[in-house]
């Protein structure tokens, strides 16, 4: 069984910049698995923020980015703001089916 | 505007069925592979089911397989899940999602599914 990693929390001062990743248990993350990226605020339905690995969907500023960063898939949040507190999760298409890291919990502090 | 609105949420007993739909608007729904993720209270987001544009092909997470069933009404622009065999640990918010170049694009808000007696 596949598992897909993410760090569970994370910290950032307002103004910096965090890199979130998305691993496999197993193996590496490659654009075949076409990762995607997305925040969600409790009580609210996710937002796409990057998909295809890179690609940012409608909307979302720029400084939001994705990469791969060695063997892991990652997203990048360049001058965070108080509201990019947030769970981010990625998700992984791993053939005939999607497999979601566990999300990370995002602090803006 | 874009929208998909999900419904048919609610209480049933363990071993009982349900069928969940999503109305969308906004976009050409038969254009679009479309899905189910779920979100169990306090944890993550899974992924449950995708179905073609056309139905043809259909895909699910090994934990419904057998129980649930993807489909859709291209003319009603309507996406549905049929669970069957319900158990405790699909107690969850089930959202639909169309899908664009492998990821989820557009969501809907989500409907509650307790599984309890």
């Known amino acids: 069984q596949t598992v897909v990693t993410q760090e569970p929390s994370f910290s950032v001062s307002p103004g910096g910049t965090v890199t979130l990743t998305c691993g496999l248990s197993s193996g590496s993350v490659s654009t075949s698995h076409y990762p995607s990226w997305y925040q969600q605020t409790p009580g609210q339905a996710p937002r796409t923020l990057i998909y295809?690995?890179?690609t940012r969907s409608s909307g979302v500023p720029d400084r939001f980015s994705g990469s791969i960063l060695g063997n892991k898939a990652a997203l990048t949040i360049t001058g965070a703001q108080a509201d990019d507190e947030s769970d981010y999760y990625c998700v992984l298409y791993m053939s005939r089916g999607w497999v979601f890291g566990g999300g990370t919990k995002l602090t803006v502090l | 505007e874009v929208q998909l609105v999900e419904s048919g949420g609610g209480l049933v007993q363990p071993g009982g069925s349900l069928r969940l739909s999503c109305a969308a608007s906004g976009f050409t729904f038969n254009s679009y592979w479309m899905s189910w993720v779920r979100q169990a209270p306090g944890k993550g987001l899974e992924w449950v089911a995708s179905i073609k544009q056309d139905g043809s092909e259909t895909y699910y997470v090994d934990s419904v397989k057998g129980r649930f069933t993807i489909s859709r009404d291209n003319a009603e622009n309507s996406l549905y899940v049929q669970m069957n065999s319900l158990r405790a640990e699909d107690t969850a918010v089930y959202y639909c999602?169309?899908?664009?170049?492998?990821?989820?694009?557009?969501w809907g808000q989500g409907t509650m599914v307790t599984v309890s007696s």
């Open positions: 999602a169309n899908q664009r170049r492998w990821a989820f694009d557009i």
């Open positions: 295809t690995t890179n």
